[in-house]
């Protein structure tokens, strides 16, 4: 793949080492950035070919067949618009749009030019996540009845980010995002969001838009998503999910407790980890963040996906139903009630009922519970299947 670069700042240097990484065969062929100091200087870092402060020119350079979008969340639009027109893939940074207005407007542009439309979720793509999913997807833990996913840490690093105008909202849309695919894609992408009950407030930061919020999200099957977001969280950056089903669970700390912990008196004056607050004392540093955080798996699959002529595992529908979702979370922070998911054009199943089965235990009592306590004695709880009393099953 011969790939378009459109930004050079804390993604786009994520995306440029993924991209260079283990020998990798694609390569980066053009950088786009406003400031022509800064783009040349990111291409020299690279070994890039070429650069432009044009982004059309950029787009439609003829040896580029790919571009990457790495720009700020209002700068998405216009740069999806772009490739269409150059007929360009393109593959956009998350999320996708500041709405789901603008994302419906990224999706209908990219299908109408016959182009792929990747969408850059990493966290989708960890070596973890895709373990679980697959077991998850196998049955492992039974039906999913609840999926959780938190994100939080002490807020980001350009100024952009806390303009609400700019970044389209606070922490739900710059850190929910993540969280909700997450779920979304452990309760499965077929079964639609229906609702949202959302939390949110500014406790800390001199800012108008959200640095907390708590949501949750109903799904059609019954099944819950959990959505946890700070911006005012101390201690690094915290990245956990929590899955549970019928017959079992999944609990992932992705980045700030990996199982490598170093303690420094002294401090080494470098960089530790993505949002660590401190170089000294102990630390959780990552062995190798752009693979940890899914930039290489999420990469190889989009490559794929052009080759073979396949969508990729997150496409711009993905990221166009994470950006509704997210819309009736903010109506919700407004309104204080469940507030229902617009969706212009559902694409999954229809159908959908619960997911949770009840659970027979012989042909006259479903079973409710059965454990054996700490005094050896084992207790088994029925439900008689017509009159609804809830007995002990005495054998
Ligand atoms: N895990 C992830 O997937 C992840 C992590 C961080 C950021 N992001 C996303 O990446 C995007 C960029 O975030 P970032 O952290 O790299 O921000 P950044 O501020 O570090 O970099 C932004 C880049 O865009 C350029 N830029 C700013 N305004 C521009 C304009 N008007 N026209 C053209 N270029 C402009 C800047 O010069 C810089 O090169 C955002 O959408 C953000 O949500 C994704």
Aim: negative net charge.
């Amino acid at each position: 793949m011969n790939l378009a670069i459109l930004g050079t700042g804390f993604i786009a240097r994520f995306y440029a080492e993924a991209l260079l990484a283990q020998r990798r065969k694609d390569r980066v062929v053009m950088a786009f950035g406003r400031d022509p100091q800064r783009v040349k200087a990111f291409a020299s870092q690279y070994t890039i070919p070429h650069y432009r402060t044009v982004l059309a020119e950029a787009v439609s350079h003829p040896e580029v067949n790919a571009v990457i979008i790495a720009l700020p969340n209002d700068r998405h639009l216009e740069a999806v618009l772009a490739c269409a027109a150059a007929k360009k893939h393109v593959l956009c940074t998350k999320p996708l749009g500041r709405n789901a207005a603008e994302a419906w407007r990224m999706l209908k542009s990219i299908e109408a030019a016959g182009v792929m439309g990747g969408y850059l979720e990493d966290l989708c793509y960890t070596p973890k996540f895709l373990k679980s999913l697959a077991s998850v997807r196998n049955g492992a833990i039974g039906d999913v009845v609840w999926a959780r996913s938190r994100e939080a840490h002490s807020g980001p690093h350009s100024e952009w980010f806390w303009n609400k105008t700019m970044a389209g909202g606070g922490a739900i849309i710059d850190l929910g995002c993540h969280c909700i695919e997450i779920s979304r894609n452990f309760i499965g992408k077929n079964i639609r969001p229906v609702e949202v009950m959302c939390w949110a407030d500014t406790r800390v930061h001199p800012i108008d838009a959200e640095d907390n919020a708590v949501g949750l999200v109903r799904y059609a099957n019954g099944a819950m998503g959990q959505f946890e977001v700070s911006w005012t969280f101390r201690g690094g950056m915290d990245l956990r999910d929590e899955v549970m089903g019928t017959g079992g669970t999944v609990w992932m700390n992705n980045f700030l407790r990996t199982g490598f912990e170093m303690f420094s008196a002294g401090g080494q004056d470098a960089y530790v980890a993505e949002k660590a607050e401190t170089d000294r004392g102990w630390l959780f540093p990552v062995g190798d963040e752009v693979h940890e955080l899914g930039y290489s798996h999420m990469f190889t699959d989009m490559f794929d996906a052009i080759d073979n002529h396949r969508q990729p595992a997150e496409t711009f529908y993905d990221g166009y139903i994470v950006n509704a979702i997210i819309d009736a979370a903010y109506r919700s922070v407004a309104s204080k009630q469940w507030e229902p998911i617009g969706i212009d054009d559902w694409r999954g199943a229809t159908d959908t009922t619960s997911t949770t089965s009840l659970h027979s235990f012989n042909d006259e009592y479903y079973l409710v519970k059965e454990e054996l306590l700490p005094s050896g004695e084992k207790k088994i709880i029925v439900k008689n299947k017509k009159t609804g009393s809830i007995e002990r099953w005495v054998g």
